[in-house]
């Protein structure tokens, strides 16, 4: 059996004392200031509106408050005055505003408004020595009652006829409370509550109470000295009593007279307000005073009392919102989770907890002990230590804790502290559920079990313990390292990671939740539960941080879990759905950093890295509740726009800013969202806004549910964007712009062809004029050579001939005149033509060729036309260079016209020294002019591709000086009625 060691040593007297000057007791605000977007630090009023919102009045404006961020309202935006002492909400839910010198409006539908009688109701006020609105109210009649510091009341019917009520006379200067009242005489200030009517007459300086069947109590208060301008202040309790306070005094009062009362350290400020627990809040110069269950007999508590507490409201998730009227607004989200922290919010850091049946030991993590004697925070002291950071509490035994120190060792029996003379083996005890400690050194681990005071041990344990569990029965030994879950099987060590390697992490922690499964924490990898029987295992995933610290069983079988993303507790975590709280900042932890988790005296207490936290062990955090989550803004091109279910927008209106807000002031909610159309995956978010840019057009649905974590998902709410293409896209764009595209077409097409065909007639006509041109040239080229022929028979001494010649010659020149004025003849013209030519050309050669002209039957030579003057060049070459190279009379010239696939064909052929003789000889002496005319015109022509000229040797096998030469031109058929 192993014992415990026997403390050496003396005891010690003295040490460090860091919990004594650094830690105070009480809850952790949240400050809001102008750093957070208040206007102002000057809060005069809070108030929550049905929908949720928080509004404050503040001398800069009135700011709403949706959880994310202040939206804040002045002169710019309508409000009559940018000093807002207070609200009032009537049975139409408009939230009234009543201002410093402004008089009153009121918000509604997103806009403030101020009434058409504010004018008037102004000019009234005005007239007042202190015209301060201190109270407002609007009866079932519609008339606006408005009380003010000066104790005048008016009156506002809804016509707008403004009636006044003058009490400044009293001596006493207390404001005017309205609720309602019909009395049209009244005798005092009034506070009523629907069915009882209270008047207070301060000229007597008593109560009047008046109930709905006319009996009238008088109270008086003789006792009081009451002072001018005191703010007093009303608050009914029940049907018949009611909280009184002026000065720093507070009464409990009835018709038999006061029933308790108190007087507080400070001035009551407007502040008198009960919470959902029955507890009294009074508001003062110095702080705010909590009587619980409105009990005026008991101590109250205090809170801020460094400040000047001007108004208490409790919202609908039932935190404490408190302004002030010099430094802003705090919040307390509960009065349960209490906190011990360093004055400087982050000076202390604990690391771990442990307790004995003396009491609760805290750690930190520069290395100091503290102890709570019975769990009581109120009587918290320091131990004395070395100066070793991050140290923990380990255990030798029931009634002993020791600390560990590089150098010493400490122990602690709950009343002194004392130093061991030597290191005994290391402890420690991580399940306070079960009777165990265990050691580990040198591979060998020991376990003691407290109850029987008895050990067991196991050998070859490579790696050192970080946590240790014992299955309860079957004894099964659990135990968790820096690389991950191992357990005993036959004496050896066995580990987990191999069969699960999700399960091969660091472990925090280990405990027991029944006789077969195991709480596993991991750094990095969450939290597991394993079956010992099945050796299964299965992940938490409503822990959302895979950095989990530390875990514990309480006595309901919950199990808490210490992560770095606050603290978890799971109900039933066995069953298929587990319950699943989390305690953050916005619960009041001091920090999200949760270290070590523990649970003493009733309480469960929560090591964090600026303090110590605790509650009672079953206290829950509400449940945020995202029912009222809904789309709160719509922006769109960086404008903000009414919120509707669908829009319809131009292409260039496609930058689009959702904001959505579940008006919850607990914590940042976590939400989906998805915009089908672009993308069907689910984006889990916490930013409140959602930005889409540079939309393509198109069809978009945007759908969004908020909810506490991604399993379970609130109704989903729905937002249609029609994003219309330009117009440019559109199909009536298409179909008027192929409209215009046809007429356009047609009108350049028009265009065009008149274009095309002025060119065609300019063309043609120029054609004509080349062609006439052209033609003209022939004639004077003929006449030339005619002229040269009658001189010739002139010296010739031939008269006869030559008269004769002269005569034909100008037959033939007439013909010449007239065929070089049109562009074609008919066939008949040209042989007619040719033949007067030849018989002229045979008479100047003195008769040494014949001639004969051949015409097909096919041809219409009345009807057929061809080119005009243009044969006459190839004939009279086949006379000058062909015939006219011959010594003797025997020169022939043949000229036939054929007709062949539609086609006029003429072929010019004679026996002279054939085509190569006569081309060397043209070379040598001059080109043919009407032959170089005729090519000229052969381009002119507008099918010129459809005529050919072909120039060959006409017997090419004959050996003979006189080869012959043939010309072919081939034209297209052209008859008189294609013209």
């Known amino acids: 059996m192993m014992r415990l060691p026997k403390l050496l040593g003396k005891p010690v007297i003295t040490g460090f004392c860091f919990f004594t000057t650094l830690i105070c007791q009480g809850f952790h605000f949240k400050h809001y200031s102008i750093d957070q977007g208040l206007p102002s630090s000057e809060v005069y009023h809070v108030m929550q509106d049905e929908l949720g919102y928080l509004w404050f009045a503040t001398d800069r404006g009135v700011c709403r408050y949706d959880g994310h961020e202040f939206k804040v309202f002045t002169r710019k935006d309508g409000l009559p005055d940018d000093v807002v002492f207070s609200f009032y909400v009537d049975d139409l839910q408009r939230m009234w505003f009543y201002t410093y010198t402004g008089g009153i409006g009121y918000f509604e539908n997103g806009q403030i408004v101020v009434p058409d009688f504010n004018a008037a109701f102004i000019k009234a006020l005005h007239a007042d020595l202190y015209p301060v609105i201190s109270s407002m109210h609007i009866d079932s009649a519609g008339n606006i ?339 991950g879950v191992y357990y005993i099987k036959d004496q050896k060590p066995v580990w987990l990671g191999q069969a699960f390697s999700e399960l091969g992490f660091r472990v925090s922690d280990i405990d027991v939740l029944d006789d077969q499964h195991l709480a596993v924490s991991t750094r990095g990898n969450g939290l597991w539960i394993i079956n010992t029987h099945t050796h299964s295992i299965k992940k938490i995933e409503a822990v959302t941080n895979n950095h989990c610290n530390a875990t514990k069983v309480d006595r309901e079988g919950n199990l808490w879990v210490a992560t770095f993303s606050g603290l978890y507790k799971i109900q039933a975590p066995l069953s298929q759905d587990p319950q699943v709280y989390c305690y953050t900042t916005f619960d009041g932890l001091l920090s999200n950093q949760v270290n070590d988790v523990l649970e003493y005296d009733g309480k469960i207490w929560v090591a964090t890295s600026k303090g110590l936290s605790y509650f009672n062990w079953d206290w829950s955090p509400p449940k945020i509740n995202l029912s009222s989550t809904r789309i709160v803004g719509i922006s769109i091109n960086d404008h903000d726009t009414t919120v509707l279910d669908a829009y319809t927008l131009p292409y260039y209106q496609n930058n689009i800013t959702v904001t959505n807000r579940a008006l919850t002031y607990r914590a940042p909610y976590a939400y989906r969202y998805k915009m089908s159309g672009l993308s069907e995956n689910w984006i889990n978010s916490t930013d409140g806004k959602i930005r889409f840019t540079q939309l393509k057009p198109g069809r978009y649905v945007l759908h969004i549910g908020a909810a506490e974590n991604t399993l379970k998902p609130v109704p989903i709410q729905k937002v249609v964007f029609d994003i219309e293409p330009p117009f440019w896209k559109s199909l009536w764009f298409y179909l008027v712009l192929g409209v215009i595209l046809i007429i356009l077409t047609v009108v350049v097409l028009r265009i065009r062809f008149r274009v095309v065909s002025r060119q065609d007639f300019l063309y043609n006509l120029f054609l004509k004029s080349e062609r006439k041109a052209l033609r003209a040239q022939i004639s004077p080229h003929f006449l030339f050579n005619a002229l040269n022929a009658i001189l010739n028979l002139t010296i010739s001494d031939k008269k006869e001939s030559s008269t004769k010649y002269t005569m034909n010659l100008a037959a033939l020149m007439r013909s010449v005149l007239e065929n070089s004025r049109k562009d074609e003849i008919s066939v008949a013209e040209e042989v007619k033509f040719l033949s007067n030519y030849l018989d002229i050309e045979r008479e100047r050669y003195d008769n040494r060729f014949t001639y004969t002209i051949e015409l097909s039957p096919a041809i219409k030579v009345e009807k057929t036309n061809i080119p005009s003057m243009f044969i006459q060049p190839y004939v009279e070459n086949a006379v000058k260079h062909g015939i006219g190279s011959r010594d003797d009379k025997q020169g022939r010239i043949r000229i036939g016209f054929f007709q062949h696939k539609g086609r006029l064909s003429v072929e010019i052929s004679d026996n002279g020294v054939g085509f190569k003789q006569t081309k060397r000889h043209l070379e040598r002496e001059h080109t043919s002019l009407g032959m170089k005319i005729n090519a000229e015109r052969l381009n002119l022509f507008d099918d010129s591709d459809h005529y050919h000229v072909k120039i060959t040797d006409a017997n090419r096998s004959i050996n003979s000086r006189y080869k012959g030469a043939k010309v072919i031109i081939t034209f297209p058929l052209k008859l008189a009625d294609d013209q």
């Open 145 to 483: 009652w408005v009380g003010t510091f000066e104790n005048i009341l008016y009156v506002i019917e809804p016509s707008g006829v403004i009636k006044t009520y003058d009490n400044s006379r009293s001596a006493c200067k207390l404001c005017t409370r309205i609720i309602d009242f019909h009395n049209e005489n009244p005798r005092g200030f009034v506070y009523s509550d629907h069915d009882d009517k209270y008047t207070f007459d301060h000229e007597a300086i008593s109560v009047s109470f008046i109930d709905v069947s006319g009996k009238e109590s008088i109270i008086d208060f003789p006792e009081l000295d009451v002072q001018y301008y005191v703010d007093s202040r009303f608050l009914r309790n029940d049907s018949s009593s009611f909280y009184y306070a002026y000065d720093n005094w507070v009464f409990l009062i009835d018709k038999q007279g006061v029933l308790q009362s108190h007087e507080l350290q400070g001035v009551v400020l407007d502040c008198l307000r009960k919470d959902s627990k029955g507890n009294l809040w009074v508001g003062t110069r110095k702080g705010i005073y909590c009587f619980a269950d409105a009990d005026l007999n008991t101590e109250p508590t205090r809170y801020l009392s460094e400040h000047q507490v001007s108004s208490f409201c409790q919202d609908l998730e039932g935190a404490y919102w408190f302004t002030t009227a010099d430094d802003g607004i705090f919040y307390l989200p509960n009065l349960e989770l209490q906190s011990l922290r360093a004055s400087a919010f982050g000076a202390l850091k604990i690391v771990s907890l442990g307790k004995n049946e003396h009491g609760l030991y805290a750690s930190s993590s520069n290395g100091a002990m503290a102890f709570l004697p019975d769990g009581k925070p109120e009587q918290l002291t320091a131990l004395p230590h070395g100066s070793a950071a991050g140290i923990k509490v380990h255990y030798l035994g029931r009634e002993v804790a020791y600390i560990k120190n590089s150098a010493q060792l400490l122990t602690h029996n709950g009343h002194t502290s004392t130093e061991l003379g030597f290191k005994p083996d290391f402890y420690n005890r991580n399940d306070y559920n079960q009777p165990y400690t265990w050691s580990w050194q040198r591979k060998k681990l020991v376990i003691h079990d407290l109850e029987k005071d008895s050990t067991f041990s196991f050998d070859n344990i490579a790696q050192p313990p970080i946590c240790l569990t014992v299955l309860p029965g079957s004894k099964e030994l659990w135990y968790g390292t820096f690389y």
